[in-house]
């Protein structure tokens, strides 16, 4: 485990009992996470109680009658700063309620949200994700009540909400009993480093285009060795950097030098003079 404070060491007890995953919301916006609820993966794993969802609107810990929850930044500049205390408030209230959880701030400064980590907090048993708003928050909560501070990317949105969602929303299906069939968990884009395979469904003819005889074939050893040529052929042309530190097979080996050759043949054809 690579993360610091307090990380999530949680694959023995679930192994014998399911539990419900806690998503606990700190925010100036709660109704924003309605969306989540409106239909889809994460509605039903609300319904079956795979996971559950609260929202504590950071406004109500503020401590004066205008519920002021920012303030303008010491040494001068633009634009606000949410105040220590609603947020200290709204964090410790959360923290009664979930022990156990895994407190996170969404910023740009945090480390790169990715599948890996999307896998690591599925191993939490519960979940505090602190949005920001305004230029963000108050140096002495990231220093004293944030587990790890987290960024779904390198661009500055107006608030956390949008990135709390998209968390919320990757490690949910990561969970036992949310996704239809675990199994399609294993195959996508990330889960085996590479980017996922082409993917066709009925009609097999549409517009010219056809579908891959092999995936027609019904022979799963040929579709499978198909499947993984391709993606690997698409995560070459996409996104190399995927290939540099990936464990690939034999076969993927023989794929790639084909592959080579056929660069270098045409790389020869148009560099020899005519
Ligand atoms: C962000 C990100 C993000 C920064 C100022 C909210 C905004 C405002 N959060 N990944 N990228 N947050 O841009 O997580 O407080």
Redesign the pocket.
């Known amino acids: 485990m690579i993360w610091t404070k307090r990380s999530c060491d949680w694959i023995f007890l679930r192994d014998w009992k399911i539990e419900r995953m806690n998503f606990t919301v700190l925010t100036l916006f709660p109704e924003m996470f309605a969306s989540l609820m409106v239909g889809g993966i994460i509605k039903r794993s609300v319904e079956n109680k795979r996971i559950s969802i609260q929202t504590i609107d950071i406004r109500d810990f503020a401590s004066n009658r205008h519920r002021t929850v920012d303030d303008r930044p010491y040494g001068g500049g633009c634009g606000m700063v949410?105040k220590p205390e609603p947020l200290a408030g709204a964090i410790r209230h959360a923290k009664g309620r979930h022990p156990e959880a895994f407190t996170l701030l969404?910023?740009?400064q945090?480390r790169l949200?990715d599948q890996a980590v999307a896998r690591e907090l599925a191993g939490c048993r519960g979940l505090i994700l602190i949005?920001?708003?305004?230029?963000?928050?108050d140096e002495r909560i990231r220093q004293d009540l944030v587990d790890e501070e987290?960024?779904?990317?390198?661009?500055?949105?107006?608030?956390?909400e949008l990135?709390a969602m998209v968390v919320i929303d990757a490690v949910s299906r990561l969970l036992p009993g949310v996704l239809g069939n675990e199994a399609s968990a294993q195959e996508e884009s990330f889960s085996t480093g590479l980017l996922e395979y082409p993917q066709y469904t009925r009609p097999s003819s549409f517009e010219g285009g056809q579908v891959p005889d092999t995936l027609l074939s019904g022979d799963h050893g040929a579709i499978r060795n198909w499947r993984r040529e391709a993606s690997l052929i698409r995560t070459f042309v996409k996104r190399p950097d995927l290939l540099l530190d990936l464990p690939l097979t034999s076969q993927d080996m023989r794929v790639l030098e084909k592959l080579q050759q056929e660069l270098q043949a045409i790389i020869e054809k148009h560099s020899t003079p005519f």
């Open positions: 949410m969404l910023t740009p945090g949200f949005c920001g708003r305004y230029e963000g928050v987290l960024s779904v990317g390198d661009y500055v949105l107006t608030g956390g990135a």
